[in-house]
C-alpha cells in the first residue's frame, strides 16, 4: 500500500497562521471561531516562528493587558512542525502527546502551508485498521476457496467406466475364438408376451 504523505491530509488554514504583531485580542477571536486551540505564527518574513497556544492567551489576558498588547510574548519559539513531503506513518509518534493537537506544516523554505489536525490522524488510524481489517478478509476467503478446491479434489472418487463397457479377463482375450461383445437385447412387453405364450404351449 502507498505511504500517505503529509500534504495529503493537511489541512490548508489561512485563519490558524497569525504574525507576531497581532494583538491578543486579534488572536482570542480567531479562537473563539475556531476548531483548534493553537495557531501558527510567523515572523516578518513569512516564515514559521512558533506557535500560541489557547491556553497562553487565556492567561496573558488574565493580566488585564492593554488593549494593542501583541502576542510576541507568549509565542512558544520551540514548537515542532512537520514538512509537506513527510510520510505520514514517521510523523504519528509526534501525537502521542496530549499537548499536539494541531502540528504546523512548513514547505523547504519554512512557511507555513497549513495544519495537520490531530482528529484528521485518529481518522486516518481507523481507515488504515479498516483497510487492513478488509483486505485479510479477503485474502482469508481467497485461500479458503483454494483449500476448498484442493480438497474436492482429493476426495473426488476415481473415474468409473461406463456400465455399458464390459470388463474382459484376460483369458477371454487370448482365447482365438473369442468374440466381441455385445449389448444383451431386451424385449418390448408384448413380444415378450408371445414368447412365454409359445413356451407354454410347447409345454
Known amino acids: 500500500m502507498q505511504q500517505r504523505l503529509v500534504q495529503d491530509l493537511m489541512r490548508i488554514r489561512h485563519g490558524h497562521v497569525v504574525?507576531?504583531?497581532?494583538?491578543?485580542?486579534?488572536?482570542a477571536e480567531?479562537?473563539?471561531i475556531s476548531?483548534?486551540?493553537?495557531?501558527?505564527?510567523?515572523?516578518?518574513d513569512g516564515r514559521f516562528s512558533g506557535v500560541v497556544c489557547e491556553s497562553s492567551v487565556v492567561r496573558a489576558l488574565m493580566t488585564n493587558p492593554a488593549a494593542n498588547a501583541t502576542i510576541q510574548?507568549?509565542?512558544?519559539?520551540h514548537a515542532e512542525s512537520i514538512r509537506l513531503d513527510a510520510c505520514l506513518s514517521t510523523v504519528l509518534p509526534l501525537f502521542r502527546s496530549s499537548a499536539n493537537t494541531a502540528l504546523p506544516v512548513i514547505d523547504q523554505t519554512g512557511l507555513v502551508c497549513g495544519l495537520l489536525m490531530r482528529r484528521d490522524v485518529i481518522g486516518n488510524l481507523l481507515n488504515r485498521q479498516a483497510e487492513a481489517a478488509m483486505s485479510a478478509a479477503t485474502e482469508s476467503a481467497?485461500?479458503?476457496?483454494?483449500?476448498?478446491k484442493t480438497v474436492a479434489t482429493q476426495i473426488r472418487p476415481p473415474f468409473q467406466k461406463s456400465m455399458s463397457?464390459?470388463?474382459?479377463?484376460?483369458?477371454?482375450?487370448?482365447?482365438s475364438d473369442a468374440k466381441p461383445y455385445q449389448?444383451?437385447?431386451?424385449?418390448?412387453?408384448?413380444?415378450?408376451?408371445r414368447v412365454l405364450w409359445e413356451a407354454e404351449d410347447r409345454l
Open 30 to 32: 480567531r479562537l473563539i
Open 19 to 27: 504574525p507576531e504583531t497581532a494583538t491578543l485580542r486579534q488572536v
Open 183 to 193: 449389448k444383451p437385447h431386451f424385449l418390448s412387453g408384448d413380444a415378450a408376451r
Open 35 to 44: 476548531d483548534c486551540d493553537m495557531m501558527a505564527v510567523i515572523d516578518t
Open 73 to 77: 510574548s507568549i509565542v512558544c519559539r
Open 142 to 148: 481467497a485461500s479458503d476457496s483454494v483449500h476448498a
Open 165 to 175: 463397457t464390459r470388463i474382459t479377463h484376460t483369458a477371454e482375450t487370448n482365447r
